[in-house]
Nanobody, 124 residues
Framework: QVQLVESGGGLVQAGGSLRLTCAASGRTFSNYGMGWFRQAPGKEREFVANINWHGGITNYADSVKGRFTISRDYTKNMVWLQMNSLKPEDTAVYYC?????????????????WGQGTQVTVSS
């Protein structure tokens, strides 16, 4: 099994930055694609970004392209989401997820493991 724990959320003003961290335990996940999702109050959970097992291919939701960067280090079982130029509409609980697939997808139902989430709040 794989356990994922997110950290790094908090309150930031619009235009600011945050770096989210996801730490994995239990076993290695070098062959897992990794993704970040978010869920705002009253809305469905939505795809934010993913990265394939070797870290060479990434995908981003249109709403975060050019502002967010996903990265990973499988030797340390870590994945990060660097968030720059934050907007109030980025406010949500952010979740780290792992998919047993070399190239992960953008649908939350296909992911195999999930973290507990970390709150990100962006003020105007």
């Amino acid at each position: 099994q794989v356990q994922l724990v997110e950290s790094g959320g908090g309150l930031v003003q619009a235009g600011g930055s945050l770096r989210l961290t996801c730490a994995a335990s239990g076993r290695t996940f070098s062959n897992y694609g990794m993704g970040w999702f978010r869920q705002a109050p009253g809305k469905e959970r939505e795809f934010v970004a993913n990265i394939n097992w070797h870290g060479g291919i990434t995908n981003y939701a249109d709403s975060v392209k050019g502002r967010f960067t996903i990265s990973r280090d499988y030797t340390k079982n870590m994945v990060w989401l660097q968030m720059n130029s934050l907007k109030p509409e980025d406010t949500a609980v952010y979740y780290c997820a792992a998919e047993l697939r070399i190239q992960p997808g953008t649908t939350d139902g296909e992911y195999d493991h999930w973290g507990q989430g970390t709150q990100v709040t962006v003020s105007s």
